[in-house]
C-alpha cells in the first residue's frame, strides 16, 4: 500500500487550497481513507473521513462547513478541499487508511500513511 500526498502550500486566511492523496497497491474502492494533521507541538488529529460508500465523516466542528472530501475511486484519489482557511489550520496534513470499510477518526487505528503535506495559513 502506498500513499502519496501533494497540494500543500501557503495560503492566506480566508483562503483555499486542495490537497490530493493518490492511493496504490490495495483496492482502494472498497476501504475508507481519512485525513489526519498535526500542528507543531501537538498530537495527530482526525480531520475528516470518506468510508467505502462515500459517507463523510467530520472529526473536528472546527473544519464543517469548510472543509470538503470526496473521493474519485477511478483515479484511487481522495480529495481535501480546504475553504476560509483560518491560521489554527497550519498543519501537516496526512491520508491515511487502514483497509476497512467504515472511517475512524483514531490515528492508532491506521496502518497505512503517507508522507504528509505542509499546509501554512498566514494571518
Known amino acids: 500500500v502506498q500513499l502519496q500526498a501533494s497540494g500543500g502550500g501557503l495560503a492566506q486566511s480566508g483562503g483555499s487550497l486542495r490537497i490530493s492523496c493518490v492511493a496504490s497497491?490495495?483496492?482502494?474502492?472498497?476501504?475508507?481513507i481519512a485525513w489526519f494533521r498535526q500542528a507543531p507541538g501537538k498530537e495527530r488529529e482526525g480531520v475528516l473521513c470518506?468510508?467505502?460508500?462515500?459517507?463523510?465523516?467530520y472529526y473536528l466542528d472546527s473544519v464543517k462547513d469548510r472543509f470538503i472530501i470526496s473521493r474519485d475511486n477511478a483515479k484511487a484519489t481522495v480529495v481535501l478541499q480546504m475553504n476560509n482557511l483560518k491560521p489554527e489550520d497550519t498543519a501537516v496534513y496526512y491520508c491515511?487508511?487502514?483497509?476497512?470499510?467504515?472511517?475512524?477518526?483514531?490515528?492508532?487505528?491506521?496502518?497505512?500513511w503517507g508522507q504528509g503535506t505542509q499546509v501554512t495559513v498566514s494571518s
Open positions: 497497491g490495495y483496492e482502494f474502492e472498497y476501504y475508507a
Open positions: 491515511a487508511t487502514d483497509k476497512a470499510y467504515y472511517c475512524s477518526g483514531r490515528s492508532d487505528e491506521y496502518d497505512y
Open positions: 470518506v468510508s467505502g460508500s462515500g459517507r463523510s465523516t
